[in-house]
DNA sequence: ATGTTC
């Protein structure tokens, strides 16, 4: 049933399957395409099709894959009026994101030293599964959080007000209402802010090691040789239970308001109806702790670089950029020739804006926005800026990464410890982790070539390459 | 992703 309409575009037509109300559509090249109709991602990319008020398409960037209800990857915008809003479609590490941060510092300074400063890093933040953090709040104040995003961090002294302007939504939404996160939320975030997390969670210290676009690097400071640090983590298990407790609500919404599931995992309500409105106010808290969580553990690293490199290099390390990956957006969009709020889902996917969108800070508004691809563990990433093309294709969205070729059961299963840790070495790149099965389940091998991932979405027009950085230290969980 | 089966 799957079409390919044109070189990187494979469709489904309405009709395919009973209840679609829009067609699928899914960005990708010849060998990741079969890579996603070897498992169901593409069967999900159909069940979203048949969601109310779904407009346009049912679409997946290229680096899809399999996940709960909606695929990994998949991009999908609700009228606001007769739409819906669903937990599958944001997943349940909500606000699941990438920050990338810019040091002075260069590889041969960063070189001889690099062990010391993971191992620092390492301590300083807070990882693993369960892990607690160094802040200990209290109900009241841990509302405020979910309320004030990364502002609240920094108030506190976490970093500067100058970087709240280098993330998305500034690392706030106004939406969210603390009342109506469960206390059991709550309870599971009270220790947790400022502290990785695990699976494919990280902390990487890099070096640019190519540059694509001179002009548009320059402007953000990143030159050949020089180090970055990239940090990928989200909202903890504050943002788990928002999800598993809001699937619950929804699912009781989806009866009492007729939407017919053809995949359970895609309970929904109405936006506009009091279930839904709940969830979209605890979804931006949760979104607003993992903003905060990056902007606290912003700070341990500026900490942890002052204590291998001397005071100084702390305020000289700046925030390129803060993208979402799970999440959903009101957002004003073109439809059929008129431009209309939507309700954009994002679930593994990232926003896109391209130069000159009003929501850009003044810093960024003739390059576009950056978007944070980061790559498997011990291969690059990317720094790209949004092109017009997403906003023409793909509600201002693009990939979010390499996206799993393999389960992480499988990966652990065959996986070798020995060779990977070889394999890493042989390139260079240092280690800390605590757990064994984490490294395995984040095997290259797992993963898509993020290369080709992100081959797509150039020659889709939806991106520019800017820079590629290359691994030299890994923290993980 | 996740106090990895409240």
Redesign the pocket.
């Known amino acids: 049933m799957w079409k390919q309409v044109d070189k990187f575009v494979y469709e489904i037509p309405l009709g395919a399957k009973e209840g679609m109300r829009v067609p699928g559509r899914v960005f990708a090249s010849e060998t990741i395409f079969k890579q996603a109709e070897a498992d169901k991602a593409l069967e999900q990319v159909v069940n979203v099709a048949t969601l109310p008020g779904i407009l346009r398409y049912s679409l997946a960037m290229p680096d899809i894959h399999w996940g709960y209800g909606f695929p990994i990857g998949g991009v999908a915008a609700f009228d606001v009026d007769h739409g819906v809003i669903t937990p599958g479609g944001i997943g349940?590490?909500i606000n699941?994101g990438v920050r990338l941060l810019v040091t002075p510092l260069t590889e041969e300074q960063v070189r001889p030293k690099l062990g010391a400063l993971l191992d620092v890093l390492y301590k300083e933040v807070p990882s693993?599964?369960?892990s607690e953090g160094f802040i200990k709040l209290s109900v009241r104040e841990l509302d405020k959080v979910l309320e004030m995003g990364a502002k609240w961090a920094v108030e506190q002294g976490y970093g500067t007000f100058e970087d709240l302007e280098r993330l998305e939504s500034q690392g706030q939404l106004k939406g969210a209402d603390a009342s109506k996160v469960s206390k059991?939320a709550k309870?599971?975030g009270l220790e947790?802010l400022g502290t990785l997390?695990?699976?494919?969670?990280f902390l990487e210290v890099q070096k640019v090691d190519e540059i694509f676009d001179e002009a548009v690097a320059k402007q953000m400071g990143l030159s050949l040789g020089q180090v970055t640090i990239m940090l990928h983590?989200?909202s903890?298990?504050l943002g788990?239970?928002v999800a598993t407790d809001y699937i619950d609500v929804m699912l009781k919404a989806s009866k009492k308001y007729g939407i017919k599931l053809v995949d359970k995992q895609l309970a929904a309500a109405p936006f506009k109806s009091e279930e839904g409105q709940d969830y979209w106010a605890a979804m931006q808290c949760a979104a607003n702790f993992a903003w905060a969580n990056r902007q606290v553990i912003t700070d341990y690293i500026r900490k942890a670089f002052a204590k291998v490199f001397g005071n100084e290099i702390k305020d000289k390390i700046t925030v390129i950029y803060d993208v979402a990956h799970n999440i959903a957006k009101l957002e004003k969009h073109m439809v059929d020739g008129m431009e209309r709020e939507v309700v954009v889902h994002r679930k593994g996917a990232t926003r896109s804006f391209p130069a000159h969108h009003p929501e850009l800070p003044s810093i960024y508004e003739n390059t576009g926005q950056p978007v944070i691809i980061p790559g498997s563990m011990g291969s690059s990433s990317f720094l790209l800026v949004g092109l017009p093309g997403s906003m023409e294709q793909s509600w201002g969205s693009t990939c979010h990464g390499a996206g799993r070729v393999m389960s992480?059961k499988e990966a652990i299963r065959k996986g070798n410890y020995g060779t990977l840790m070889d394999s890493l070495g042989e390139k260079g790149i240092l280690v800390r982790s605590a757990?064994r099965e984490t490294l395995l389940?984040?095997a290259p091998e797992a993963y898509k070539d993020v290369d080709e991932v992100v081959h797509v979405v150039e020659e889709l027009g939806l991106n520019r390459k800017v820079a590629r950085m290359r691994p030299m230290g890994v923290v993980k969980?």
């Open positions: 349940f590490d699941c693993g599964v369960g059991r309870e599971r947790q997390g695990s699976g494919n969670h983590t989200g903890r298990g788990h239970q992480r757990e389940e984040e969980g």
